[in-house]
């Protein structure tokens, strides 16, 4: 499978050449996971999967534009020119094979996690998240790489508890992430970079590979642009 990563910017002011579209990831050419901006729409995707309903992912949350391919997410959504059907655990997006499973993210819109396979090559995009529970970690296995969320360089990330449903929402810290991922697959790529990542690129750059080597594990800053093929890792 052939990946382009278009944005790698979180919900945040911070902006830098390289880093300064919001999420998506384009895979063959075809299937787009995450549409944080309108411009994507321009890639002529066949079909569209969203980790979940924040503009960052889905952008016509708070603005307008017709989309007249489906569009797949965790929960149903209405809009005047698009329309999000819920995915089930399973959805065949031939030549795809996609899998869904519940992520920890929000305690207002539902998240979930991507595993995308086709042949024998297997990604994995978490979107946003705080943790998987443990049950779906096998489906990760043997992934070919894992983008997740880099949002919060600090151990712990920023996780808040809602006190009405005691639900956790929030990001956890890429050390943690790495710890999780690490078990599971040869190559993590960060993308969604926090207002950490914006102060000294070039290091903030070298601390991720750092903290891959400590692991036993590849992990790269994922760029706007950044293309990557299944097949050559
Ligand atoms: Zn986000
Ligand atoms: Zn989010």
Redesign the pocket.
């Known amino acids: 499978m052939k990946l382009e990563i278009l944005g790698t910017r ?2 945040i002011d911070e902006s830098a050449l390289k880093h300064r579209k ?2 998506g990831i384009l895979v063959d050419d075809a299937l787009l996971l995450d549409i ?1 901006e309108k411009e994507y729409l321009s890639r002529n995707p066949s079909q569209i999967v969203i980790t979940h309903l ?1 503009p ?2 889905a952008f016509f949350i708070i603005d307008s534009a017709e989309i007249t391919v489906p569009v797949y997410g965790p929960e149903s959504y209405q809009g005047n020119q698009v329309i999000v059907q819920t995915i089930s655990d399973e959805l065949d997006l031939n030549p795809f094979l996609l899998h869904t499973f519940p992520t920890h993210h929000s305690k207002k819109v539902q998240s979930v996690a991507l595993v995308v396979t086709r042949n024998s090559s297997k990604i994995c995009y978490t ?2 998240m705080i943790w998987i529970n443990k049950e779906y970690h096998s489906l990760l296995k043997d992934s070919d790489l894992i983008i997740t ?1 880099g ?1 919060y360089i600090r151990k712990g990330g920023m996780v808040r508890k809602d006190k009405d449903t005691g639900r956790l929402y929030g990001h956890n810290g890429i050390p943690d992430l790495i710890h999780l991922f690490s078990g599971l697959t040869d190559l993590i790529i960060f993308v ?1 970079f926090g207002s950490w990542f914006f102060k000294d690129i070039p290091a903030s750059i070298q601390k991720l590979g750092e903290l891959g080597k400590e692991n036993g594990v590849e992990v790269l800053a994922g760029y706007d642009g950044m293309i990557l093929d299944t097949k050559e890792l």
Request: net charge negative.
């Open positions: 979180g919900e919001h999420s944080g924040h960052d992912h979107g946003d969320d949002s969604h």
